[in-house]
């Protein structure tokens, strides 16, 4: 199937779909208004966004034609709903729709940065797991390896649906040799932080991931909400 090069609108519709089917099951497929919440949620997102109903709808119906999307309607409700075919489309499983879902929402990402953020979605034991998927769906075309920039440590990987990276990084070189052994995801700088004890910043990475979990939480618990009262009085929220 040919799917032309993916809209920013269109890759924030896509990678939404398959996240929320995955993290909020019970209220899934979305209603429009879910939807438009979903794409325009403050975390886990990059870039934050802020599209109108009129965006995202159209974005949905342009997926629909690259059979990536349909219409469904609930039993018990009037309302449109929308739903993701990419698992069929694109013929990938569900480690592969994470990973997928993730580049898509938040851009480029190291191995590492790939599997605390899927973790939500599906359990992957090691970046070597991780590593295996990215190859996999590099094979297929729909992620690349990015070039490593002066003082980075970790390679990082793009999705290729959207076309070329956004922060203009050069796609990496293909290569048969084996992936050079990972860094640690944001390693402590020794200098900077030579005089900080490790339990400090053990406590302040703990209190980072509590809090980003909660804000997850609470922003599924606002979607559920939302999409319930639209269900009810079949009319959209406005922001």
Sequence with gaps: MHIDTLTEPEQRVLGCLIEKRFTTPDQYPLTLNALRLACNQSTNRDPVVHYDEETVRDAAARLSRYGLTRLASGHSSRATKYRHLAEEALSLGQHQLAVLAVLLLRGPQTPGELKARTERMVQMQSLADVEQVLTELIERGYAQRLERR???????YA?????????????????????????????????RDSHVPDSHRNDSSADGQALSQRLDRLESRVERLAALLEELTGESLSD
């Design 150 to 156: 002066p003082g980075q440590k970790e390679e990082r």
């Design 159 to 191: 999705q290729s649906l959207g076309g070329a990276p956004g922060d203009g990084a050069a796609p990496a070189a293909p290569s048969a040799e084996p992936l050079p052994p990972r860094a640690p995801v944001n390693p402590p700088s020794q200098v």
